[in-house]
């Protein structure tokens, strides 16, 4: 067998379960640090391994298990073991290979669920929790986080070692919050979620506007943690909003890399998999809840257009209205520039433009670009494209991503036409 197919294969399934071997691991080591080492210590085993042997039957198997004795010999080193370590090191010497076919153990499960609420804390600012779940449920390495936020490795790797000390020191629990602070907790996890997706749908800045390895990382902790929590409608909410936006990836850029705005998208490239995935997921998060919260709101504005054949077929006055819902759950400046879109679809630019100018003093929206770009489109549909030309030529000197730059300027140049 190849060697660069082992590594692929490696790589696949450490991708797949480290999170589950990192979380189990810190069940039994109480400490978040070690327990990547350790992980990553099977990760190396594995390749050594591996590559002479070959891949194992049951390589998710392998792995927890050799990662689990590295652990209890650790731990033996440290003097450490109690009757409790023995048990587990008894079964282990009994029974290499579990029977994963039964699906993801119920302990596991539960490991996995304090992992996520530990790294996601919100003793940790919002560039470290996302780093750090990059890093510990992305199984990503840190020059592959490094890339994605376009950063030095250096700058990745010392913010996640800040991270796991700040943990340490603040004593941080290996637990599910209790009912009195899961809500909170909870919002935490989403955030990193969807801060990490948001980032990844519109890169904040560098050469290309979607970062997809961001967006399918995002995804996949979403699916995990609403498997984990299915009685939370707003995780569900979370999970329908980013398939509803992945829907769209393929008609968002052209070939040549450049933006292309959602009304004039080939709604024909849209995946209609992901649409019903997220048609699935609203419907749960509704079915929980009869109130919506913010990321059921959001999931449900994005299930209007993902049901339109056609951009004249969006319901844009139901859009309106779920916006003005999502300004009393979330009441911010960038839902209220949302509406202002929204309006002037339903209602015609005058109604728009009056919002957004509304907006303009916003000390939050100062360096926002799409502030003065959403004002540009509405001045063009008025007719007053010198003022829409400046506003155009304002959006690109505000944002740091290339394509956009490009198009608003190309946006500019259209109104001296």
């Given at each position: ?6 590594h ?17 691991l810190?069940g039994?080591?109480r400490d ?12 190396v085993?594995?390749l ?10 049951n ?11 590295k652990a209890?010999?650790?731990l033996?080193?440290k003097?450490l073991?109690?009757?409790k370590?023995?048990h ?6 009994t ?6 076919d ?5 302990d596991?499960k539960d490991n996995?669920?304090r ?6 804390h919100p ?6 929790r996302?780093a750090?779940?990059?890093r510990?449920l992305?199984g990503?390495?840190?020059e ?6 376009l ?15 700040k ?5 941080v629990?290996f637990?599910?919050p ?28 560098g ?19 609403a498997e ?8 569900h909410g979370?999970?329908a909003l ?22 004039d998208?080939?709604?024909?490239l849209?995946?209609?998999e ?15 809840e009869?109130?919506l ?10 299930a209007?257009h993902?049901r339109?054949?056609s ?26 520039l949302n ?12 109604a ?19 502030l003065?770009?959403?004002?540009g489109n ?10 829409a ?5 304002r ?17 500019a140049?259209?109104?001296l036409?």
């Amino acid at each position: 067998m190849e060697e660069s197919f082992i590594h692929q294969r490696i790589e696949k399934v450490w991708r797949a379960e480290s999170a589950r071997i990192v979380a189990v691991l810190t069940g039994m080591m109480r400490d978040i640090g070690m327990a990547e080492d350790l992980a990553q210590d099977t990760l190396v085993t594995a390749l050594e391994r591996w590559s002479a042997s070959g891949i194992p039957d049951n390589p998710e198997a392998w792995l927890m298990t050799v990662a689990k004795r590295k652990a209890i010999d650790l731990l033996r080193r440290k003097k450490l073991l109690d009757k409790k370590y023995e048990h587990i090191a008894y079964e282990l010497d009994t029974q290499f290979e579990p029977d994963w076919d039964r699906g993801m153990d119920e302990d596991i499960k539960d490991n996995l669920l304090r992992l996520i609420f530990m790294t996601c804390h919100p003793v940790l600012s919002k560039s470290a929790r996302v780093a750090l779940a990059l890093r510990l449920l992305g199984g990503l390495t840190t020059e592959e986080i490094a890339k994605a936020f376009l950063v030095s490795e250096t700058t990745i790797a010392q913010r996640i070692v800040r991270a796991k000390r700040k943990i340490a020191d603040a004593e941080v629990s290996f637990e599910v919050p209790e009912k009195s602070a899961f809500t909170e907790r909870l919002s935490s996890v989403l955030e990193v979620i969807y801060l990490m997706f948001n980032e990844g749908y519109s890169a904040s800045s560098g050469e290309s506007l979607i970062r997809t390895n961001l967006c399918d990382e995002a995804l996949r902790m979403g699916r995990v943690l609403a498997e984990l929590i299915s009685a939370e409608s707003e995780v569900h909410g979370l999970v329908a909003l980013m398939e509803f936006q992945a829907s769209r990836f393929q008609a968002r850029v052209n070939r040549d890399g450049e933006l292309i705005l959602l009304m004039d998208q080939d709604r024909s490239l849209w995946n209609q998999e992901q649409i019903s995935r997220g048609n699935i997921s609203l419907r749960k998060a509704e079915d929980l809840e009869c109130t919506l919260g913010m990321y059921g709101l959001q999931a449900a504005i994005a299930a209007c257009h993902a049901r339109a054949k056609s951009p004249e077929e969006t319901d844009w006055v139901r859009i309106s209205a779920l916006y003005g819902e999502l300004a009393e759950v979330t009441p911010s400046p960038v839902v209220e520039l949302n509406r202002a879109v929204a309006i002037s679809m339903a209602f015609g630019p005058a109604a728009g433009l009056e919002i957004v100018e509304s907006l303009m003093s916003e000390q939050a929206l100062k360096n926002y670009h799409l502030l003065p770009s959403i004002k540009g489109n509405f001045l063009v549909k008025l007719g007053r494209k010198k003022e829409a030309f400046e506003e155009f030529q304002r959006a690109a000197l505000l944002t740091q991503n290339k394509q956009e730059q490009e198009f608003l300027l190309k946006q500019a140049k259209a109104c001296l036409e």
